[in-house]
Structures are given as C-alpha cells and as structure tokens.
C-alpha cells in the first residue's frame, strides 16, 4: 500500500488537486507496479515562514514528494525512472507562471 506525501509551499497554486492526485497515483502503478486501490496520496500545505532553503524564505514554490513503499518490492531502475517522471509531472500541474525552486525534491 504506497502513501505518497506531497509537500507544497503555501504559495503554491495547483491546477487541480484531483488531477494531480489521479497522476501520481497513476504513475506509482504504471512505473512501481502499484495497485491503484490501495495507493494514498497526501497533500500538505507548508507556511512561508516554516520553509527555509540555505536559511533564506523564497517566493518560488517549494516541493517535496515522499514515497513509502515496502521495501524489496521495486528495482533501483525503477525507483529512479519513478523519480524522473514524477519531477517532470509536477510542474505540469501548477498553474500558469509558477516554477518549481531548484531545490524540489
């Protein structure tokens, strides 16, 4: 049963959370082999003011995704093409003029 955390900066506009949550979720069983049924996906919203990069606040969007899954289950390979295609799907979902910080993880 996969849960995955996704950890957004306030400031961050998302087009639409469904959306996004269907496409994670989706491409956690297309990639990892995960059953759709049981994959959770979390969203948290994180205050400006508790999010620091290198000690500094910044006003572009902050993110960081979490995966758990159960050790074994997947191949190096795969947790690296999962983590490829995940960074270049979610700027797609932000809204217009937004960009991901540097240091999204």
């Known amino acids: 049963m996969p849960?995955?955390?996704?950890?957004i900066?306030?400031?961050?506009?998302?087009k639409d959370l469904q959306a996004?949550?269907?496409?994670?979720?989706?491409?956690?069983?297309?990639?990892?082999h995960k059953r759709a049924d049981v994959t959770s996906v979390v969203f948290q919203?994180?205050?400006a003011n508790d999010w620091w990069v290198?000690?500094?606040?910044?006003?572009?969007?902050?993110?960081?995704?979490d995966i758990r899954i159960t050790q074994g289950t997947n191949t190096e390979a795969e947790k690296q093409a999962f983590i490829a295609q995940?960074?270049?799907l979610l700027p797609?979902?932000?809204a217009?003029?937004?960009?991901?910080?540097?240091?999204c993880y």
């Open 3 to 7: 849960i995955l955390t996704l950890k």
């Open 9 to 14: 900066s306030a400031n961050a506009q998302l």
């Open 20 to 32: 996004l949550s269907r496409a994670l979720a989706a491409l956690s069983t297309q990639v990892l």
């Open 45 to 47: 919203r994180i205050a």
């Open 54 to 65: 290198g000690g500094e606040a910044s006003d572009q969007v902050l993110m960081q995704l």
């Open 86 to 88: 995940a960074f270049a």
């Open 92 to 94: 797609q979902h932000l």
């Open 96 to 103: 217009a003029g937004q960009h991901m910080h540097a240091t």
